[in-house]
């Protein structure tokens, strides 16, 4: 997932790269160095400081007006930033990948606008590194979620996991689309095949919630499945977990596994989203500063 939630500038995404490439074992950092050089003398010289738009927003934005979108009160209970993070490094050390930030020039009313998007993990393979993976990962807090919904536990659960299967689907496709934008600036090399791979965590300090939460989602796996294909979705499954231990708590979890197949039209429909996200925002020809 990418840092900025809200429209940012190029000069503060510079500055974001310049932190990022020291001491960050997260990232790969020779990259950093390509993407920081290539920001500052090829895009800024020609564009000037555009706005920077990152695919995450435009994602949620976009949500905001479909009909899946979750409407009970009290959402921020699904949230735990510190587990994301957590399982986002786990998934990381098992497909020994590493954090990339892509970029796609797009524009508004010709106007150029740089969409920026970071997928939790991103692999090259193959004899010339030509076959590429990428990686992202949602997780979800049980505990919480039982001690706040009361009503209708089985149906929020089974629309909420649709939720984080779609939003992770149109990552993942979003991310491929900057994956090869960013082939094309000669940032990264030649890529033949790209795999796009979607993982959700469903974890708790509590076998109990943890094993009631397993058992509805395989009552209603088909059900889960046959709407997933409309997200792109596919080889979709139940993964065992494990248990893991922070701040001297045993943590358990167990995961959702899928694959996405690349789909432009959900590209198209996002970019059409950035058209009327700009439309707020005063844009200035700026490439002369």
């Not at 500052?40 to 009909?67: C, R």
């Not at 889960?224 to 080889?235: D, E, L, P, R, S």
């Amino acid at each position: 997932m990418y840092d900025y939630h809200e429209v940012a500038t190029l000069d503060s995404l510079i500055e974001n790269v310049e932190i990022k490439k020291i001491n960050n074992h997260n990232y790969d950092s020779l990259y950093q160095r390509r993407l920081e050089d290539f920001l500052k003398n090829n895009i800024k010289k020609k564009y000037g400081n555009i706005l920077v738009v990152a695919t995450i927003f435009l994602i949620e934005k976009y949500n905001k007006k479909g009909s899946n979108e979750i409407s009970e009160e009290n959402q921020w209970y699904y949230r735990n930033k510190e587990f994301a993070n957590l399982f986002e490094k786990m998934l990381r050390l098992i497909t020994k990948s590493k954090i990339y930030s892509l970029i796609s020039i797009e524009y508004y009313n010709g106007y150029p606008i740089l969409i920026v998007g970071e997928p939790d993990g991103l692999s090259f393979e193959g004899k010339m590194n030509n076959k590429a993976k990428i990686f992202e990962v949602k997780s979800f807090n049980l505990t919480r979620f039982i001690q706040f919904v009361k009503e209708l536990r089985d149906y929020i659960l089974i629309k909420k996991v649709l939720n984080m299967i779609k939003e992770n689907s149109s990552q993942l496709i979003l991310y491929q689309y900057l994956l090869e934008r960013t082939q094309k600036f000669g940032l990264i090399g030649k890529i033949d095949k790209i795999n796009l791979y979607g993982e959700i965590y469903l974890y708790s300090n509590s076998k109990e919630y943890l094993s009631w939460a397993r058992k509805i989602i395989e009552q209603n796996l088909n059900i889960i499945k046959k709407y997933a294909i409309k997200y792109n979705v596919y080889n979709l499954s139940l993964k065992d977990g494990g248990t893991i231990n922070i701040n001297n708590e045993n943590i358990y979890y167990f995961k959702i596994g899928f694959r996405v197949k690349y789909d432009q039209k959900t590209v198209e429909n996002y970019l059409k989203n950035l058209n009327e996200l700009i439309k707020s925002f005063k844009l200035v020809d700026n490439r002369s500063l």
